[in-house]
C-alpha cells in the first residue's frame, strides 16, 4: 500500500473516533425542573465528557421557570423530551395525551420526612398527638401517604406550613415547635447546612416510587427515535461516572455551575444527594418498573393526585432502555481516566 493511500485510511479512521463536531449536531430540545444543575448530573457530566456530541446530540434546554405544565411543550413541538413525575404522566395518559415514559430518571422519590437527629421519635407511627411542619402546602400530600402507612390520617397530627429557607427550618427543629418535616432532599441539605443534624424516617410507600422520568409523544418517538435514544445513551454513561468516579462528577460540577459551589460544603452535599437519587437501581440504567406503576396508582388516586388508575402497558415504553444501555463500562472508565489525567 503507498504512502499516500495509508495516510489517508489512517486519517479516516482517526476522525470517524472523534466527537462530531458542532455542524454535526442535531439539536434536542429537552425541558425539565432545573436548568444545568449537579441536580442532574449526567446531563452536564456527559456534555463534559463529550458523550452527548458522539451521539451527535446537542441539548437544548427550554425555559423551565414556567407555569405551563411540561406535557404542552411536548403536545405544541417545543421539547422532544420532557422530564415529569408520575402524577403529572398519569394525569396526561387520563386526558388522552399519546405520551410515553421511555427512562426512569429517578428510580426513588426525593420526598420524605425528617426530624432531628436528636428527637426520640423513630417512626411515622410516633408522629401522633405532634405537630408536623411542612415546607410548602405541596408537602402535604407526602406526609398523608407517610400517615397512610402507618395507618394514621391527617387529622393524627397538627401540620404547618414552615417555609423553604433552610434557617426558618433549622429553627423549627431547633426551638422544637416541630416534631418532624415532610419535604424533599434539598431541604434536608438546607437544614444541616444551618447546623442541625437530621434523620429520615420515611416509608417505603413515599420513597420506593420514581421520582422523575423522560417522556416523548409518540410521532417524536417516530420522527427522532435515534437521537433519543443517543441522548438516553448520554445520559446513562454520565450516570455510571457517578458510580465509581465522583470525584470526576464533582469536579465537573465545580466547573460548569460554581453557582451551586459557592459553600463547598453545601455543594458537595447537593451533589451526593443527586447522585443518591440519579444513579439507578435496577440492573439496566432507567429501566420501567412496570409493577411499580401499578402499586403506586392506588394510593395516589385515594390523595387525588390522580382521577383514574391507567394499565402501564399504556404509557411504558420499554424499546429505549437497551439501546440506552448499548455501550461499554470498561471504555467509559477508560475515558473518566483519561479525563483526569488531563483535567485534575
Known sequence: MNTLVKAGLLATAASLALPATAQDLTTINAIMPKQRSANYFPLIVGEALGYFAEEGVEVNLL????????????????????????????????????????YEVMQTAPDGIAISAESAITDVADLRGETVGL??????????????????????????????????????????TVAAIAGSGPDWLAIRANGIAIDLITPAEVSDKP????????????????????YLRAWSKGMYVATFAPDVVAEIARTTVPEEWEDPTFGQ??????MRLNVSVTELAGDLQTATWASIQPGMMKFDLIEEQVDPSEFLQPAMIAPANDWSREEVEAEVAAWRDANM
Open 63 to 102: 425555559p423551565s421557570e414556567t407555569p405551563i405544565p411540561f406535557v404542552n411543550f411536548l403536545r405544541n413541538g417545543q421539547a422532544d423530551i420532557a422530564m415529569m413525575d408520575p402524577a403529572e404522566v398519569l394525569q396526561a395518559v387520563a386526558a388522552g395525551i399519546d405520551i410515553n415514559v421511555v
Open 135 to 176: 415546607v410548602s402546602d405541596r408537602d402535604l400530600v407526602t406526609l398523608k401517604i407517610a400517615l397512610d402507612a402507618r395507618g394514621m390520617t391527617e387529622n393524627d397530627v397538627t401540620s404547618v406550613v414552615v417555609g423553604e429557607a433552610g434557617p426558618t427550618l433549622a429553627a423549627a427543629f431547633r426551638d422544637q
Open 211 to 230: 421520582g422523575n422520568v423522560f417522556v416523548s409523544m409518540s410521532d417524536t418517538l417516530e420522527d427522532k427515535g435515534e437521537l433519543i435514544e443517543g
Open 269 to 274: 452535599q447537593y451533589l451526593e444527594n443527586a
